[in-house]
Every structure is written in C-alpha cells, then in structure tokens.
C-alpha cells in the first residue's frame, strides 16, 4: 500500500489527536453526530436528516447498533483493525470527510496505516463509508453501525485506492462482508469458517434475520449473491432477482431484518414478523426511495466500446440472438407484464439456466429478467456471480439456446451490452 509510512507511535497519537480536533468541522460531524449529551438530542437531529434520504442513506444506521455492537461486538474488534486491512477487505475511506490537515499527511506518508487508533480516527470522522462509529472522550470506539451505503457505494479512487468521493447506487464489489462479521468475537467458528466462504462482492440476505434480540437462522448452508448496483431503478417495479417487491419492501427487509434496525417488517410468505417499536426505519422509506430513484445509470466512459460492433450487437440482441424476448424496453426487463400490478412476471429457473437454490428461499421462487444499465461497471453477472464476464453471459445463453453465435457474433452482441 503505497501511503503506508512508518511513524512513531507518539507521531500517530498526535495525528489521531489532530484527526478527532478537526472532526468537529466536517459536515459530516455536523450534519449526524450525536454531541454525547443523550438519546434525545441524537433523535432530534435524527429526525431532522430523515427529511434527506441521501442522509439516511450514507449515514442512518436505524439503530442497527443493536446488532453490531449489543450482539456481535464489532466495536471491539473494529478496534483492533488497521487501515490497510480495513481497506483489504473492501471499507472505502470518504475523502470529503477527511480534513486538510489530515490529506496533507496522509500525502506525504506521516499517517501509519498500520495503526489500529488510525481506523478509529477515521471513525470518528464519519470518513468510513457505511460504518458509522462513536468514539468517547478517552477515544475508545464504544458504539458502531452500519448503513445502506456500506454495500451500496464505492469510492472513485481519486486520492488513493479504496479513498476518494462517494459513489452512491454502485455495488462495493470489494467488500467482504462475511470477512469483516466473522471478525466479531463472539460467533462460532463453524459460521466464521462458512462466512469466509463468502468472498468480496457477495453477501446472502437469505441466510439469517436479527429480530432485535437474537440471530435467527433461516436457511443453511449459505449462499451468497452479487450485491447489486442499485442505480437506474426508476420504473422497473419489482426489485430484488427474485422480484420479492418493490424497492421500500427490500429496504424494510433489509433495514430490519438484515442491518438490524431497529423497527418493523413482516411477510407471511417467508414466515417472518418483526415488531420493534419504536419504528426508527418505516418514517424513512419515503425519503429513502426519493434518493434511490435520483441515482443515474453511469454512462459507459469514452471510448470503452466499439460503436459499430455495438449497433451489430444491438441487431443481434433483438433478432437472432432473441434477448429481447425477455429483455424488454425500456428497462430492458419483462417483469411488468404479469396479469396485475402487482404481480410480476418471472422465469423458472430452468428457463434461465440458473440455479434453483437460491430462488427456492425467496417470495417467489423464481427469477426475474434483470434490467440491463451500467453493465461495464459491475462484473460479475447474474444473481449468484456465475459469469465473471460479459462474454461468459453471452456463452451461456448460446448454449442454453443453441444459438450457434459465431465468435465475430459474441463480439459484437459483448460490445452492445457494455454499451448500455
Ligand atoms: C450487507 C450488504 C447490504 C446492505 C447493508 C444493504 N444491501 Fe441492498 N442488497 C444487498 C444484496 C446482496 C442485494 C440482492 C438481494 C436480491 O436481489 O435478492 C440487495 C438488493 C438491494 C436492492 C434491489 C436492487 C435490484 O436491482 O433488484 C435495493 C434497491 C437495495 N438493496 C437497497 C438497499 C438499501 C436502501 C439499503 C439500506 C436500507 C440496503 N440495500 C442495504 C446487500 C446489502
Ligand atoms: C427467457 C428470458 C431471457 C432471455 C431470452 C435472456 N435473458 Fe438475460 N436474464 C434473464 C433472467 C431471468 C436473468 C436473471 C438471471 C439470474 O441472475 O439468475 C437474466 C440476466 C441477464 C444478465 C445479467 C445482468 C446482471 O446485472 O447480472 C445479462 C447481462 C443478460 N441477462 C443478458 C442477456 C443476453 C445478452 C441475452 C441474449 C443472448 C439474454 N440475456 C436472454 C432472462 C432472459
């Protein structure tokens, strides 16, 4: 890692002094923190930023405090980690939130990143995207928990990798997430052993629930999915592969049942009823999906694709090739032509080549034709990761369908999807 710099430990414990005195003039620390004076002052400014979803979004954790730090400690742990290894397994560092002083010094090496106290540091910045920390006046990290953003942003890389701005709506395919909660003191081997199994990119919302009180198990063994890019959702309808709902259903699912917020979801289908009153993550939905649906497909950047390979590809993709089929216009999908509103239209497993596991432990059972945006950003494809590649997707399909593509054909049908 190219910033590490070897600092004596007096140096860093200046810096880490120098960190937490400039914290309080970042917006961030403006706009969240709580001042340490009482729930009540941390419900008031709560209650101020759910106006905002993108707040919620990056900096609401629903009191998911619950789970992270009452149940798995991870303030402990979180404590014995180093930047470096913290950034190795995928925490992005926001760079906005950084203080010049802090920048300066991270330019030019003086900042050890092999210093745990450096993770709290940035913690209580409100620097780490996704994690929210607090810190006490000893600087001990005493509470943490995590956000929407945590999965669902990255960093540009502007200032090094792994820090730079925010990019809000694109999938952290580097982050861990098994990695990191198996690092939580208090879980078993045998589940730390299977959440290493997981890999960067990858997390199963399917495997287990938090109620508020208690991890409960819902299906074994694991199976993790692609955690997807959640940008270009405006009128597609039903979210999730699986179709399961509409987006402010997922983000209950997952806000409570998953982040462990603190509040209420419930679906018969799948057998689950949490009730958590207060609500601290049904006020939100509303904001929450303004902002979701304000997130724009990222163009493909200049020169990435052949244009006329591409518009070869777009003839092939809607004729011979019969991807349209399924991949209807506008968003590209076929999910809104069920028989009402609010039943979507899906495919079998079998249809798709696709793995039945995973479907079988949804609302639905089966899978929905994923709307096509922004795919040169987020290998790898398909539900479960199977296609690390836009020419693997289209493989498969030729195979699926016997549909006799020449590699010239491939080529071009590959150039139109990184078009989209
Ligand atoms: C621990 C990682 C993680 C966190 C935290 C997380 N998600 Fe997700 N999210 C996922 C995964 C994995 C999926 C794929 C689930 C599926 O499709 O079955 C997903 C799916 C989604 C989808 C559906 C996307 C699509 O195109 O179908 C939306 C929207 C979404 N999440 C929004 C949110 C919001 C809002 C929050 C905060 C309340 C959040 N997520 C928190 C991992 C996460
Ligand atoms: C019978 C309907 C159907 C046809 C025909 C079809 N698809 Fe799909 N497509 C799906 C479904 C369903 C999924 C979701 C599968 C999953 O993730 O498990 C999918 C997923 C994808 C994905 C993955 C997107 C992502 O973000 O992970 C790509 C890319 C794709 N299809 C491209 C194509 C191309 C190219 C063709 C033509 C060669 C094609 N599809 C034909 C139904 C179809």
Redo the contacts with the bound molecule.
Sequence with gaps: MRLMGVASTVFTLVLTFVISGFGQATTAERDGRPGGDGDRRHQDEGERRHRDGQAIFRFDTFGDEQLWTNVLQMHEAIATVDPATALAVGLKVDVEALPTAVIKSLRSGRIDLTDPAVTTALLRLNAVVGVKGTVNETGRLVRVGITCALCHSTVDNSFAPGIGERLDGWANHDLNVGAIVALSPVLDDALKAELRTWGPGKYDPRHHAFDGTNLISLNSPSLPI?I?SIYGLKGVGFET?TADGPISYWNSYVGVGQMGGHGTFSDPRIGLAITQTPDLVTPKLAALLDYQLSLRVPDPPRGSFDKEAAKRGRHL?RRE???A???QSPNFTDVLNGPAETVPFL?NPA??G?DPAYAARTATGK????P?RG?WQ?AP????GS?PD?LA??NH??RL?A?NLTAAQKAD?VEY?KSL
Excluded: I, K, Q
């Design positions: 692609v997807p592969f993709f090739a019969g991807c089929s399924c991949h495919h249809e798709v696709m899978y929905r034709t994923t096509l795919l987020h494809y398909f539900h479960d296609a836009l997707v289209v399909y030729n369908f549909l049908l999807l």
